[in-house]
């Protein structure tokens, strides 16, 4: 079954300083895909990035960055010179190609809150 | 593009009573999801649509919770003789076709059963 951690629960920072989210996950799957999400206080999950199984590669876009490490099954993401605006619930999410579909398993979250 | 929209936004019933709830979906999108996320979790599978075929259900989804798609655009998602569980942020999601594209998410219904 598929399975997503989220260990950190809340996570407070100071605006302009760096925040790395981690997220472990579980699949039986070899070809999988894996999404982190932002949801602001307004509600509404917002996709952020998408990193395929068989893509390794680590990229930065902007200032979010990620490292995807496949002997861990870690999935951690960075936000880099935090800001106000940066303070919501972020998600981390897994699905399996198996599946035939893009149903997504989502981990608990991690609250961030950015102090000005 | 329009964006996912959920209706009602809030929505408050007394134990006993059925509720219905409104999803439209990006218009190109064939895939739709139902989640539920309550205070604290992350979203929980209920249900996914391609097209107009409900394809999957989850054990989540009790008897009296039943959801369409009549037509492969809008859905509804229904429950029935609510109870106090099932106060919840109900949210729907849809994507286009393909194994890797991300779901887009509406504002979801928040229903509190008192």
């Known amino acids: 079954a598929q399975k997503v951690t989220q260990a950190q629960t809340e996570i407070s920072v100071v605006e302009k300083e760096d925040v790395t989210l981690d997220c472990v996950y579980e699949?039986?799957?070899?070809?999988?895909?894996l999404f982190w999400y932002k949801q602001p206080p307004s509600g509404e999950l917002v996709f952020l990035i998408r990193?395929?199984?068989?893509?390794?590669q680590n990229e930065i876009s902007g200032r979010y960055s990620w490292n995807f490490q496949k002997s861990t099954s870690s999935f951690n993401f960075t936000i880099t010179a935090s800001q106000v605006v940066d303070s919501a619930v972020y998600f981390c999410?897994?699905?399996?190609?198996?599946?035939?579909?893009?149903?997504?398993?989502f981990g608990k979250g991690n609250q961030v809150v950015v102090i000005p | 593009d329009t964006g996912v929209s959920q209706d009602p936004r809030h929505k408050i019933t007394k134990r006993g009573q059925n509720v219905t709830f409104r999803c439209d979906p990006i218009?190109?999108?064939?895939?739709l999801y139902w989640y539920r996320q309550t205070l604290g979790q992350g979203p929980e599978f209920l249900t996914y649509?391609?097209?107009?075929?409900?394809?999957?259900k989850s054990r989540l989804l009790s008897d009296r919770f039943s959801a369409e798609r009549p037509k492969g655009s809008f859905s509804t998602l229904e429950i029935q003789r609510t109870e106090q569980g099932d106060s919840a942020m109900y949210l729907c999601?849809?994507?286009?076709?393909?194994?890797?594209?991300?779901?887009?998410f509406g504002n979801g219904t928040r229903l509190t059963v008192t």
């Open positions: 999601a849809s994507s286009p076709p393909g194994l890797n594209s991300p779901l887009h």
């Open positions: 699949t039986r799957d070899t070809t999988y895909y």
């Open positions: 990193r395929n199984s068989f893509d390794e």
């Open positions: 999410a897994l699905s399996e190609a198996r599946r035939g579909n893009n149903r997504l398993a």
């Open positions: 218009s190109e999108h064939n895939r």
């Open positions: 649509f391609q097209n107009e075929a409900q394809l999957e």
